[in-house]
């Protein structure tokens, strides 16, 4: 258990820390808002953190799997996965913004939804992604 004192400190250090963002992240350079904006027009959903603005591909491309064949089991479909790209911006002290692309990829869960994939895309997913 946490001492009254101690919980104390700790509430003043995490509201301290609260405001403690950088200063270009509440008034970035146009060319740091341009690029946000411009990822947004593009699907992607933009947060902002303490140091950077960590910008996610809102809709998941699906990448299937080929399935495994046996002549014991047939053929058995494997797991497909998600795959989004993250966008990490930072901006250097003359407004310049530096940006950082990084993949992220997770097992499907779920058939996606959206105007992105055709009836036959989705009947694809169906018979070739093992969803649980």
Request: hydrophobic share 35%; charged share 25%.
């Amino acid at each position: 258990m946490v001492r009254k004192p101690a919980a104390g400190l700790l509430l003043v250090a995490v509201a301290s820390l609260s405001g403690c963002t950088s200063a270009w992240i509440n008034d970035p350079s146009p060319s740091t808002a341009d690029l946000v904006n411009d990822l947004k027009l593009e699907g992607f959903t933009c947060k902002a953190g303490f140091t950077t603005i960590v910008c996610r591909q809102t809709e998941a491309y699906v990448e299937k799997a080929a399935k495994i064949c046996s002549s014991e089991k047939g053929c058995v479909p494997q797991p497909c996965h998600d795959v989004r790209i993250v966008y990490e911006i930072t901006q250097a002290r003359d407004g310049i913004p530096g940006i950082t692309q990084t993949t992220e990829r997770t097992e499907t869960r779920k058939i996606p939804k959206g105007d992105i994939y055709s009836d036959a895309r989705i009947a694809e997913l169906k018979e070739y992604c093992a969803i649980k």
